[in-house]
């Protein structure tokens, strides 16, 4: 009789690779199904920090994670009358950060799946969990074919709004805490005019802001980000439209104007509100969630995709700490990982105001932060310029 346990991973992005490759490491059959009919490439820029490069590291797939950290990069606030004043960026924020896209990311977890089966186009249609396994109902969303299959374990690896959540923990409006605000990020097909290939810029007001990450080997990518009360009211139009109507009276600030000529013939971008996922426990006895599916910390807190490594590199390892003891590894996992997602949690919620300020004073007060901050990397990188002339 084969005896090897089989986990459905629901979801092949960061967190569900992560966790496929830490269960098949830990003597599991992992099998993965992704709603979507292929695998997605490219993305925006990610700010990977050390918690998950050492989580890259440990499932073995760092040395194929191609980074994209331009040498000497600085940041700039720019404003509307194109000043600027040095401030600081994702990657210059915590030592040893790398930038990379969020395709680098998956290419290099994808790269070692191995004999991991991923079945595109399946999402989970019902998910019933009893003592000695979970049915799941699987659906093809191109031919509606449905099967029935037996797993001893489901990982809901399935992003923000999840659908293994909502089917086992509860509807998104339990669960989805809103920050009241929107993010729109796309790649640039070129430099940007005017400002060195290693340099960020940050146009940031009361209410909007711009963010652009400089890539060392590619031009940057860009990240629109507004506040509005109304979020459903903005997906009641074209995402390039709602974009440029916000940005509209200071659409003569080049760097603004240059990103909404970007936008314009952006092939593809990621448009979408912002919210946070909170939940009491991410765990049942069978049934797990793992990464923004769990614990969704927003752009603003610039750790998803490292904790969605961690939480996935972790998972395989303490399942492996308990043998033939699920639901007392999901609870030691759970209470590891709590600590660093609370945190980040935090940070993502006070960090929206250094991203995009709510108010006047919110701006005010984040310029004088990253200029205190910015002169302090200028005179760290005078003293460097110094000690090598
Ligand atoms: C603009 C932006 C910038 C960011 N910048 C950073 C940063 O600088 N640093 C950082 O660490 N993090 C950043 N993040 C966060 C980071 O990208 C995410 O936290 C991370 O990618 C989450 O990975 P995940 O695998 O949990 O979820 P996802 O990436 O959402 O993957 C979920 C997968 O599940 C699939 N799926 C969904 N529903 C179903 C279903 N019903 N059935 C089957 N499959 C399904 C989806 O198609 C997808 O492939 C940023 C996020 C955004 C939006």
Not at 108 to 132: C, K, M, Q, Y
Not at 141 to 151: I, K, L, Q
Not at 204 to 212: C, F, I, Q, S, T
Not at 330 to 336: D, F, G, I, K, T
């Amino acid at each position: 009789m084969n005896t090897t346990k089989r986990a459905l991973i629901v979801g092949s992005g960061i967190a569900g690779m992560a966790a496929a490759l830490s269960l098949h490491r830990a003597g599991w059959a992992a099998t993965i199904v992704e709603k979507s009919p292929r695998r997605r490439t490219g993305g925006y820029f990610i700010a990977l920090y050390t918690e998950g490069m050492d989580a890259a590291r440990t499932l073995g797939v760092f040395d194929q994670l191609h980074t994209r950290t331009p040498r000497g990069t600085r940041t700039w606030d720019v404003d509307a009358f194109g000043n600027r004043t040095r401030s600081v960026g994702l990657v210059e924020a915590r030592p040893n950060a790398a930038a990379v896209l969020r395709g680098d990311v998956e290419e290099a977890l994808w790269a070692n799946l191995g004999d991991i089966p991923v079945r595109f186009g399946l999402s989970p249609e019902s998910v019933d969990e009893r003592p000695d396994g979970v049915e799941v109902r699987l659906r093809d969303g191109h031919s509606g074919a449905e099967s029935t299959e037996r797993f001893d374990l489901v990982v809901g690896a399935d992003g923000v709004r999840s659908r293994v959540r909502s089917l086992v923990f509860g509807g998104h409006e339990k669960f989805l805490r809103p920050l009241n605000a929107i993010a729109c990020a796309f790649q640039f097909d070129e430099q940007t005019p005017y400002v060195a290939p290693a340099d960020g810029s940050i146009f940031a007001e009361p209410g909007r802001a711009l963010w652009v990450f400089p890539l060392d080997d590619r031009p940057p990518t860009a990240l629109f980000t507004y506040r509005t009360k109304d979020e459903d009211g903005q997906f009641t139009r074209p995402p390039k439209q709602v974009i440029r109507d916000v940005f509209r009276d200071v659409a003569h600030a080049d760097l603004v104007r240059h990103a909404l000529d970007q936008l314009d013939r952006a092939p593809e971008m990621s448009f979408d509100s912002v919210h946070q996922v909170e939940l009491p426990s991410w765990h049942t006895d069978r049934v797990v969630l793992v990464g923004d599916a769990a614990w969704c910390m927003t752009v603003y807190a610039g750790l998803g995709a490292s904790s969605a490594l961690m939480g996935g590199q972790q998972l395989g390892e303490t399942i492996e700490r308990h043998p033939g003891d699920v639901a007392a590894a999901l609870v030691a996992w759970e209470a590891s990982m709590r600590p660093f997602v609370r945190e980040g949690q935090r940070a993502g919620r006070v960090k929206q105001q250094i991203f995009v300020p709510a108010n006047g004073f919110r701006a005010r007060l984040r310029r004088r932060m990253m200029q205190r901050s910015g002169r302090k990397f200028a005179l760290r990188d005078a003293q460097a310029a110094l000690a090598t002339a």
